[in-house]
């Protein structure tokens, strides 16, 4: 299931509403260990981000507050207890990581976050940027329209294919507690469980310097994960499980389809031929890209990939939808290898992880 999909106040804005120093002081100390650790445009990104990430921490109430609100919908309530019992399952059932995450409640207006992915024009290769903690990541995640507006046109200006996308929600790797979302209210149950789950995964296991992998295996446990407890709490023929059921199938297909996609125009770039060559030759075959999805648009059960056949195809473009549906497929073999035990699955990946191997991360995202 991909979340991101279509669904903030400036940093002067943030200063004004004078932040708690007991707010501050973490960032603070945060903001003083990466001056050592990075360069001084990465250092302006990040404290921008830390600005931004407080104003939602501060402003932030408890999940409480809300249940107790009689000005507060019965559905909103609702979701609210929905998403503490996906995330009791995933921390009892499936073995994820325990984290105060999903205990308060910020309400937004506009998208949570702008991701923008890059690419060279010439081949199929991520353009990456590189950060404490997380290593290098193939792409960049901004709180406001104009920050990321602003890194498309240098991105573009310095050559690169671009690709802006907006996020439902997001992980901080169960270093902060990540709050609900107010939008993520608005979603069904087998959209919010798929998505609850997978941030959690990315707070259970993440291997530095391999962003598509992690995103990969944060679908693969969303999909699975979301229709176990769903047939838990619901049912195998309840309409929630069926959701689920198609949501986890169009992934799939979607992966066989933008693999496809992607080898052919690899064996295009692999071609000895010019740059010019390459790039004037690009069109043609991204618009038979486009028409081949147009014939098998009809096949897919859900709306999920419905907005794909509206994007003007580039390289950023594929590269940003692979990335959480690559061979999705190899994922599946693991899962019947281990018996179709979704907690062996997690137990795996957090060997692999503890071990520092690559051999496991290499069969999967080669």
Same mark, same amino acid.
């Given at each position: 299931m991909n979340f991101l999909c279509v669904r903030l106040i400036?940093? %002067?804005?943030?200063?004004?509403?004078?932040?708690?120093?007991?707010? $501050?002081?973490? &960032?603070?100390?945060?903001?003083?260990l990466l001056? $050592? $650790?990075? #360069?001084? #445009?990465?250092?302006?990104?990040?404290?921008?981000? #830390?600005?931004?990430? *407080?104003?939602?921490?501060?402003? *932030?109430?408890?999940?409480?507050?809300? $249940?107790?609100?009689?000005g507060a919908g019965h559905e909103a309530k609702q979701k609210i207890h929905f998403i503490q019992e996906v995330k009791r399952y995933g921390e009892e059932k499936l073995g994820l990581t325990r984290t105060k995450?999903?205990? %308060?409640?910020?309400?937004?207006?506009? !998208?949570?976050?702008?991701?923008?992915?890059?690419?060279? %024009?010439?081949?199929?290769?991520?353009?990456?940027?590189? &950060? !404490?903690?997380? #290593?290098?990541?193939?792409?960049? *995640?901004?709180?406001?329209?104009?920050?990321?507006?602003?890194e498309k046109r240098f991105l573009e200006e310095e050559g690169y294919d671009t690709f802006v996308q907006q996020a439902g929600a997001y992980s901080t790797l169960g270093w902060l507690k990540d709050p609900i979302f107010s939008s993520m209210l608005q979603w069904d149950e087998a959209t919010l469980a798929n998505l609850i789950l997978h941030e959690m995964a990315h707070a259970s296991v993440y291997f530095k310097g391999q962003t598509d992998f992690n995103e990969q295996i944060a679908t693969f446990v969303g999909n699975h994960g979301a229709i176990d407890f769903l047939i838990e709490k619901y049912g195998k023929g309840s309409k929630e499980v069926v959701k689920a059921i198609y949501n986890q199938e169009d992934d799939l297909f979607f992966s066989r389809w933008i693999d496809q996609a992607c080898k052919q125009l690899s064996n295009f770039y692999e071609q000895p031929i010019s740059r010019e060559e390459k790039l004037k030759g690009r069109e043609a075959l991204f618009q038979l890209i486009q028409e081949e999805f147009g014939r098998v648009k009809d096949q897919f059960k859900t709306e999920c990939f419905s907005d794909f056949k509206k994007v003007e195809l580039n390289n950023a473009v594929l590269l940003a939808y692979r990335r959480y549906f690559h061979k999705l497929d190899k994922f599946e073999a693991l899962y019947e290898n281990l018996g179709r035990d979704l907690k062996k699955v997690v137990e795996f990946f957090k060997t692999v992880q503890t071990s520092g191997s690559k051999v496991g991360t290499a069969s999967f995202s080669e």
């Open positions: 400036s940093i %002067k804005g943030y200063i004004k509403n004078d932040l708690p120093m007991n707010t $501050l002081k973490p &960032f603070l100390l945060l903001i003083s001056i $050592l $650790l990075t #360069g001084c #445009g990465n250092l302006l990104y990040l404290s921008k981000l #830390g600005w931004h990430q *407080s104003f939602i921490t501060f402003h *932030s109430v408890p999940v409480q507050e809300i $249940l107790e609100n009689e995450s999903y205990t %308060k409640y910020f309400e937004v207006k506009d !998208p949570v976050l702008h991701v923008i992915t890059a690419s060279e %024009k010439d081949c199929l290769q991520l353009y990456h940027w590189s &950060f !404490p903690i997380t #290593g290098k990541v193939t792409y960049k *995640s901004f709180f406001t329209k104009e920050g990321v507006l602003k």
